[in-house]
């Protein structure tokens, strides 16, 4: 089917689903296909921009969500953003509201901690500097994923947030994951490892992701790190990821198929830094937020609107 045909049939599954009030079911019917193929060309509608949607609530305020999660968490700051048409919309408006606040706090000689994914990505492709700042240092917090297809390395976005800087930058010369943990203690007995692990104790600010227990989102998984029978089982813990550590719903860390072959910032040395701003959208990032908020981990939080409503009703606010 060429293009302008599919594009015409997606065009009027969305007309009989929304104009005509008819079910998934209906439709499929009509046409002759199956239930789940109506609902895949629901949503390229609105990827094609062939939907679009717009709610209009004036008595929800990103403003006063935001200000009630703050003081809920007793967090230092709370930023909600509009979701957008889709993921992608949502990452990219979180990006540009953690771009506004670098921008607002920088200072020359800031040491500040960046870990990967793709929110952290949209960040990075978002942030615009109007000076420079020489003495600053950009500090990677995670080893690396080595995955060309992610858009999401730790040495990519560290080296693109320097590069709009003007500033130094160093990175953590190693994966995420080492198969050995003999490896692992080798590697921390490095010079150059002493030297990069000293600097992640004296980070002024960092921004993170925050990875759900649904395995085939994280980022261990992605990265190819675990197979999919692994991260199954890493997945039934119920444990959620911050800078690849599992955690548990009380900011935890149990044994785990990961322990002791983590490269990544420490748990400790992450709750010491004076800001740390997770990064997330969707619903599925809930539980990933409480637990890191209970650990100590987060003490601020740019987040979209579908993740504020998940957290306030997980909440009970």
Known sequence: MDQGQKRKDITKVAKLYYYGNMTQDEIAQMMGISRPKVSRMLAAAHQYNIVHIEIRDPLFSNTEVAEKIRSHFDLKKVVVVPTGQNPSDAKDNIGKAASEYLNSCIVNGMKIGISWGTTLNAFVNRFQCAKAFPDANVIQLVGASYSQSMHMDGRELVKTLARKLNCQYSLLQAPMLVHNPTLLELFMEEPE?????????????????????????????????????????????????????????????????????????????????????????????????????????????????????????????
Do not use: W
């Not at 004076?274 to 987040?303: E, Q, W």
């Open 193 to 317: 490892t002493i030297d990069h692990f000293n600097l992640l104790k004296k980070l002024d600010i960092a921004f993170v992701g925050l990875g759900s227990s649904n395995y085939k989102n994280s980022v261990v998984y992605k990265a190819k790190y675990l197979d999919a029978s692994e991260a199954k089982k890493l997945s039934q813990m119920e444990l959620c990821d911050i800078c690849g550590h599992q955690i548990d719903i009380d900011g935890k860390e149990p044994e785990t198929i990961l322990s002791n072959r983590l490269i990544s910032i420490p748990l400790n040395s992450l709750a010491q830094i004076p800001m740390v701003m997770g990064l997330c959208a969707g619903n599925d990032k809930t539980r990933s937020i409480i637990s890191a908020i209970h650990g100590g981990y987060l003490n601020g939080l740019i987040i979209d609107e579908i993740a504020a409503i998940s957290l306030l009703e997980a909440e009970k606010l």
